[in-house]
Nanobody, 120 residues
Framework: QVQLVESGGGLVQPGGSLRLSCAASGRIFSILAMGWHRQAPGKQRELVATITTGGNTNYANSVKGRFTISRDNAKNTVYLQMNSLKPTDTAVYYC??????????????WGQGTQVTVSS
């Protein structure tokens, strides 16, 4: 089983910045893609950003130019640098990893979520 541990959420004022981290561990043979989703109260979970092993990135239109996703393949860790935060970015942020365990096929794994609150 792949475990994901997230960190870096918190309370920040509008216009501020936060950096989320998500470290994957377990019997990992390969990680195919890593990403972040978020879910605001009363809303469906939505994609924020993804990054492939080769470094190709994809962003939701609402965060383009403000958020940057990156990964450290040696550490099996993905980061989300969030700048110019808005109250509408308030949500629980979930790390998502598509990985192959030794002796198994690929599967998708989710972190426990970390709260990001943007408020003055």
């Amino acid at each position: 089983q792949v475990q994901l541990v997230e960190s870096g959420g918190g309370l920040v004022q509008p216009g501020g910045s936060l950096r989320l981290s998500c470290a994957a561990s377990g019997r990992i043979f390969s990680i195919l893609a890593m990403g972040w989703h978020r879910q605001a109260p009363g809303k469906q979970r939505e994609l924020v950003a993804t990054i492939t092993t080769g470094g190709n990135t994809n962003y939701a239109n609402s965060v383009k130019g403000r958020f940057t996703i990156s990964r450290d393949n040696a550490k099996n860790t993905v980061y989300l640098q969030m700048n110019s935060l808005k109250p509408t970015d308030t949500a629980v942020y979930y790390c998502n990893v598509v990985a192959i365990e030794y002796g198994s096929s690929y599967d998708a794994y989710w972190g426990q979520g970390t709260q990001v609150t943007v408020s003055s």
